[in-house]
């Protein structure tokens, strides 16, 4: 909990810091400047209202964009719906067609409020339990937007004093948003709603399990967990949100083919010019090595080299081991459709033509088949493959 008590009392650094990449991510959704400014204030005002439902503190960007995605799919059902409903208005009879308009007005209005008036109750609740000077520097900060040397010079203390202030008051905020909202904090969980299915296909890692998946078509998600590599919860074979490609495929198949073809060409890309146009923002993202933090725990232990291309401008981020994208060979492809069960051995590093080079071994888990891919260690060119 000591982690998250330091995520809370630095919640107006970090809410402040992830708003441009949440405006790029919004952009991109909505497709208008002016309503992503609109999403995401509504996104960091939930993410402040529901901050318990934050159970990993270190995945916060990546909790925010689901936040994000909610907002935005919330604000373009409402779109769907005023559309529909302005589409039906048009056939209506004059006379008919004023009446309606002001019901629908009145109804639109009370959502709005709705939301305005929990957010009001949340802040009288909270806003009671401070001292005023307190109470004023949180409304200036977060309601108001100013910054925190505005929040101390209107104040007429120093910045140190000020910063105390208002993390005293996220404290007290903490504690109503503890109360109150237990019941509201599993709601932004990644895929609550979807439900992991027993897949056909082994796990290529240690072949000694089927994996497990889970897709999510509305959200562009899709994940898959084997038992045997992925002991802790938040563990994966491969975990993929918010992709554009994926969102309305609803079987397993064509969502993996395409992601496998995706992913290699992503990596390769990356591999051979030193940079790949971003996959949420179209800016480029540069080459880099080694593994996030956020890693599942086999990839560290595999003691490979990690591809890891994060983007500098939105914060979407991959990342894969350089020998798995022998998985994308087509002799290895053909390997695997004769021998579905197969393992991946960590990767050995040697030196072929003169040049560092990793050896990446499948072998078959039912007989004594296997195939050995040489590719130099930079930016895994094959060099030989063997066997098979
Ligand atoms: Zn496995
Ligand atoms: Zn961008
Ligand atoms: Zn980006």
Redesign the pocket.
């Known amino acids: 909990m000591e982690n998250m008590d330091e995520v809370i009392h630095n919640i107006e650094t970090i809410l402040c810091s992830e708003r441009p990449?949440l405006l790029?991510l919004c952009t991109?959704l909505a497709g208008d400047a002016h309503i992503a400014e609109d999403l995401v204030q509504e996104t960091l005002l939930e993410a402040w209202k529901h901050l318990e439902g934050l159970r990993e503190p270190e995945k916060i960007s990546a909790w925010l964009s689901g936040i994000a995605r909610n907002v935005y799919l919330r604000w373009a059902r409402k779109q769907g719906r005023q559309q529909e409903q302005s589409l039906q208005l048009q056939t209506e009879a004059d006379e008919s067609l004023n009446v309606l308009e002001e019901t629908l007005a009145d109804d639109f209005d009370m959502e709005v409020e709705l939301e305005r008036k929990e957010l009001a109750e949340l802040l009288d609740r909270a806003m009671d339990l401070l001292p005023p000077e307190t109470r004023a520097s949180l409304l200036e900060r977060y309601v108001r937007e100013s910054s925190l040397s505005e929040v101390a010079s209107l104040m007429g203390v120093n910045v140190h004093t000020a910063s105390m202030r208002l993390k005293r008051g996220t404290l007290a905020l903490r504690r109503v948003l503890t109360d109150e909202f237990k019941l509201e904090t599993e709601t932004y969980a990644p895929n609550e709603n979807a439900e992991w299915t027993q897949l056909a296909l082994w796990c290529h890692h240690c072949g000694q399990q089927r994996m497990l998946g889970k897709l999510d078509p509305v959200q562009g998600d899709l994940y898959l967990k084997c038992l045997t590599c992925c002991p802790r919860p938040n563990d994966y074979v491969s975990w993929n949100t918010g992709i554009k490609f994926l969102e309305g495929l609803k079987t397993f198949k064509p969502a993996l083919s395409r992601l496998d073809k995706w992913a290699s060409n992503y990596y390769r890309t990356a591999l051979r010019e030193g940079s790949v146009t971003?996959i949420?923002?179209?800016?480029p993202v540069p080459l880099n090595f080694g593994i996030p933090t956020e890693t599942s725990s086999w990839v560290r232990q595999r003691n490979a080299i990690v591809i890891d291309l994060l983007?500098n401008?939105?914060g979407s981020r991959c990342h894969t081991c350089i020998d798995t994208l022998a998985f994308n060979l087509p002799e290895v492809q053909d390997f695997r459709r004769r021998y579905p069960r197969i393992r991946l051995l960590p990767p050995r590093q040697i030196e072929a033509e003169g040049v560092p080079a990793l050896v990446a071994t499948c072998e078959s888990i039912t007989s004594a088949a296997r195939i050995e891919v040489v590719a130099t260690r930079e930016r895994f060119d094959v060099l030989n493959i063997y066997g098979g």
Do not use: I, T
């Open positions: 990449r790029c991109r971003c949420d923002c179209d800016h983007c401008h939105c």
